[in-house]
């Protein structure tokens, strides 16, 4: 099992910053790709970045030049930076590991709450 434990989210005004860490601990043995998710209410999940363990990265249109996804593979740690939050971004986000061994197999965060005032 891998154990994810988010941290960073908040209430932050329009054009603000905050930056979210996942770390994860347990069977981290086969940790892949890294990566956030983000849900609104009435919306469906939808990705945000994800980090390849090489580094390759892609984001949602929407970020794209506002957040930078990170990782420091030797704490097992997967960040979201942040910039010039908009209100639209107002989400609870989501952490999420894939793992390859013996299978592949998802793993998600408890879920932490960004909220962005106009």
């Known amino acids: 099992q891998v154990q994810l434990v988010e941290s960073g989210g908040g209430l932050v005004q329009a054009g603000g910053s905050l930056r979210l860490s996942c770390a994860a601990a347990?069977?981290?043995?086969?940790?892949?790709?890294m990566g956030w998710y983000r849900q609104a209410p009435g919306k469906q999940r939808e990705l945000v970045a994800r980090?390849?363990?090489?580094?390759?990265?892609n984001y949602e249109d929407s970020v794209k030049g506002r957040f930078t996804i990170s990782r420091d593979n030797g704490r097992n740690t997967v960040y979201l930076q942040m910039n010039n939050l908009k209100p639209e971004d107002t989400a609870v986000y989501y952490c999420?590991?894939?793992?390859?061994?013996?299978?592949?197999?998802?793993?998600w965060g408890q879920g932490t709450q960004v909220t962005v005032s106009s």
């Open positions: 999420n590991v894939v793992r390859v061994f013996a299978g592949v197999r998802d793993y």
């Open positions: 347990g069977s981290i043995l086969g940790i892949t790709t």
């Open positions: 980090i390849t363990r090489a580094g390759v990265t």
